[in-house]
């Protein structure tokens, strides 16, 4: 059974297109998360969500709009993908957004690759 | 925020202990250590997670000094599929940490040989 689910697995796109990524998890955890791992394999936050409420955006820029359409899924929209954006994304969750002990379960990642 | 320091890269001999280091100078009272790992290709795995005294899980030890200013991991038997980064991430209790995110650094990479 898998617990966080991110589709796709492997993404190759043109410089300024607009894509998506999904990501979905059945833990029943009410907090989400994105990160992005550079060529370089540091993992950032860029985004953190609780009940379907965006509660942090750590200076992520504007082309990145994540939606949250339930606790399940935390969708990742990139308008206008630009050679800077080739990383992969991680998709996460936890229960409890007050709570700094609840471990995050990570997902497989999504390989983004911007030509 | 409070920053971890671990080795860049470890070696371990299969079925023999490792111990992973991090340093965590400017630890809080209130930060708790959390280990995660990322084997290749897989998104990062929590590993275990303590505040004051050792603690124990099916996959590792932690050992935390009386100061809480290091702490170490341990495998008690390193299998090839420990081979992984591991990464020693400190999570401050709210309000200081409003979004509950992990905060990494560059981990150790452990490379285990048979």
């Known amino acids: 059974d898998t617990a966080v689910s991110q589709t796709p697995k492997y993404l190759v796109t043109q410089m300024g297109n607009d894509k998506s990524i999904k990501c979905e998890q059945n833990?029943?955890?009410?907090?989400m998360y994105w990160y992005k791992q550079d060529s370089k394999k540091f993992l950032k936050i860029m985004f953190s969500?609780?009940?379907?409420?965006?509660?942090i955006n750590e200076t992520v820029p504007n082309r990145f709009s994540p939606k949250s359409p339930d606790k399940a899924h935390l969708n990742l929209h990139i308008n206008s993908l630009e050679l800077g954006d080739s990383a992969v994304y991680f998709c996460?969750?936890?229960?409890?957004?007050?709570?700094?002990?609840?471990?995050?379960?990570f997902g497989d990642g999504t390989r983004l690759s911007i030509l | 925020d409070a920053k971890t320091t671990q080795p860049n890269s470890m070696e371990s001999n299969e079925e023999e202990p490792v111990h992973l280091p991090c340093n965590h100078s400017?630890?809080?009272?209130?930060?708790?250590i959390h280990w995660y790992r990322q084997l290749p290709s897989q998104g990062p795995e929590y590993v275990i997670h303590?505040?004051?005294s050792n603690v124990n899980n099916r996959m590792a030890s932690l050992a935390i000094a009386e100061d809480r200013k290091s702490s170490t991991l341990i495998l008690h038997r390193a299998t090839l599929r420990d081979a992984a980064v591991y990464y020693c991430?400190?999570?401050?209790?709210?309000?200081?940490?409003?979004?509950?995110?992990?905060?990494f650094g560059g981990g150790t990479r452990l490379m285990v040989k048979p």
């Open positions: 303590g505040l004051t």
């Open positions: 400017t630890i809080s009272g209130t930060d708790y």
């Open positions: 833990l029943g955890h009410d907090t």
């Open positions: 996460a969750s936890s229960q409890g957004l007050l709570d700094p002990i609840q471990p995050q379960h």
């Open positions: 991430i400190l999570r401050p209790s709210l309000p200081h940490n409003a979004g509950n995110m992990l905060t």
């Open positions: 969500y609780n009940n379907k409420e965006l509660i």
